[in-house]
């Protein structure tokens, strides 16, 4: 059965860091491309990062660039996002999901239950 399964989510205070899991089962990682995504209640999906398959490029939308790392660890078939600098606007449901063609796809193939991260004082 093919299964995403996000964790390390949590409540933290502005400039802190969080560290999301992506675990895959059922599948291997490495062959996918996996994208980060999170959501606000009333608003549209945003799109955070990516790697690709095969060289592992990343990319980044510009409200996270420089702030946020995304990973993948192939012997774990695990997908990383390291979230430092955390503000109060980057609080929403954040969900990891595999595509086996695109990181630009408009909706991915596989998706996990999401993990709620909280930035607030």
């Known amino acids: 059965q093919v299964q995403l399964v996000e964790s390390g989510g949590g409540l933290v205070q502005p400039g802190d860091s969080l560290r999301l899991s992506c675990s895959a089962s059922g599948f291997t990682l490495d062959y996918y491309y996996i994208g980060w995504f999170r959501q606000v209640p009333g608003k549209e999906r945003e799109g955070v990062s990516c790697?690709?398959?095969?060289?592992?490029?990343?990319y980044y939308a510009d409200s996270v660039k420089g702030r946020f790392t995304i990973s993948r660890d192939n012997a774990k078939n695990t997908v990383y996002l390291q979230m430092n600098s955390l503000k109060p606007e980057d609080t929403a449901v954040y969900y990891c999901a595999a595509d086996a063609s695109s990181c630009f796809q408009p909706d991915f193939d596989y998706w996990g239950q999401g993990t709620q991260v909280t930035v607030s004082s």
């Open positions: 790697v690709t398959s095969g060289d592992g490029s990343t």
